[in-house]
Nanobody, 120 residues
């Protein structure tokens, strides 16, 4: 069983940047999802085990970047030009296998979430 620990959330103003981190040991492809109050959890970004493939939701494409440092067993989500609609709890997820995935049920392990709040 892998343990995922997210960090880096906080309260920022619109236009600011944040970088989320997720510590995860083992050979897993990784994803970030988010859930806003009253809404279903949605896909944000994912990355393959070796980092060669990345996928993004249309709503964050061009503003968010997912990356990983396997030597540090850490996955990052760099979030730039944040908008109030990015406000949500952000969850890190891991799946066995090298390919990145976009669908929630393909992920086996989940972190506890970190809150991101963007004020206007």
């Amino acid at each position: 069983q892998v343990q995922l620990v997210e960090s880096g959330g906080g309260l920022v103003q619109a236009g600011d940047s944040l970088r989320l981190s997720c510590a995860a040991s083992g050979r897993y492809s990784m994803g970030w999802f988010r859930q806003a109050p009253g809404k279903e959890r949605e896909f944000v970004a994912s990355i393959s085990w070796i980092g060669s493939s990345t996928y993004y939701a249309d709503s964050v494409k061009g503003r968010f970047t997912i990356s990983r440092d396997n030597a540090k067993s850490t996955v990052y989500l760099q979030m730039n030009s944040l908008k109030p609609e990015d406000t949500a709890a952000y969850y890190c997820a891991a799946r066995s296998g090298g390919n990145a995935a976009l669908i929630e049920f393909e992920y086996e392990y989940w972190g506890q979430g970190t809150q991101v709040t963007v004020s206007s």
